[in-house]
């Protein structure tokens, strides 16, 4: 029999139906998946990440926060962000 394994996911914005009704979140998808150098995980990656957790695959993970989150967690910015970013600083070096 499987036993829980205790962790926790840390999963990326994930667009649903209750989400779409949140002020800005459109926004808040759109930077994290920039920044995210894989991207966001979606829904159905979430799902497949949770029932491997709920496998014998698992059973020695104990008391962690599992970040599905494409990189986001550990990157702070991915390379498309860097060079957006990058361009910008250009164009107003001398802005004060």
């Known amino acids: 029999s ?14 649903t139906t209750a989400g779409s009704g949140v002020m800005g979140f459109d926004a808040l998808v759109d930077f994290t998946d920039r920044m995210s150098p894989l ?16 496998s014998d695959l698992t059973r020695k993970i104990t008391m ?19 060079a957006v970013y990058n361009k910008n600083l250009e164009e107003c070096r001398d802005c004060k």
């Open 2 to 15: 499987v036993k829980s394994t205790k962790a926790s996911i840390s999963q990326s914005p994930t667009e």
């Open 39 to 54: 991207g966001n995980a979606d829904a159905y990656e979430c799902a497949n990440l949770c029932v491997t957790m709920f």
């Open 64 to 82: 962690q926060n599992i970040f599905h989150d494409g990189g986001f967690s550990s990157m702070g910015m991915s390379n498309r962000a860097m």
